[in-house]
């Protein structure tokens, strides 16, 4: 998740904290507040908050596995389809 705490760490506070808030009702499984998609022929997810996509999976467990988050229009999905 380096990452994560990388791209944290350069926008500004209130992204953050959309960015955290976004993560924690992912991880809490409330799927509903959110704006999620299956990315075609995979199976990664995508959230969208604002300019950003969290990709994300499903383990054997069914937790949720965060895998990237990420400024829209970057090259976005082209590591996960």
Request: proline fraction near 0%; aromatic fraction near 8%; hydrophobic fraction near 40%.
């Given at each position: ?10 926008i500004s506070k ?13 991880v809490?499984k ?5 704006n ?14 604002g300019?950003?996509?969290?990709i994300?999976?499903y ?8 895998d990237?988050?990420?400024?829209k ?9």
């Amino acid at each position: 998740m380096r990452e994560l705490e990388k791209l944290l760490r350069k926008i500004s506070k209130k992204d953050q904290l959309a960015l955290r808030e976004e993560i924690s009702l992912l991880v809490q499984k409330r799927h509903q507040l959110l704006n999620i998609k299956k990315l075609q022929g995979s199976d990664f997810y995508r959230s969208r908050k604002g300019n950003f996509r969290i990709i994300f999976h499903y383990d054997e467990l069914q937790k949720v596995v965060i895998d990237a988050v990420r400024l829209k229009g970057e090259d976005i999905y082209k590591d996960f389809i």
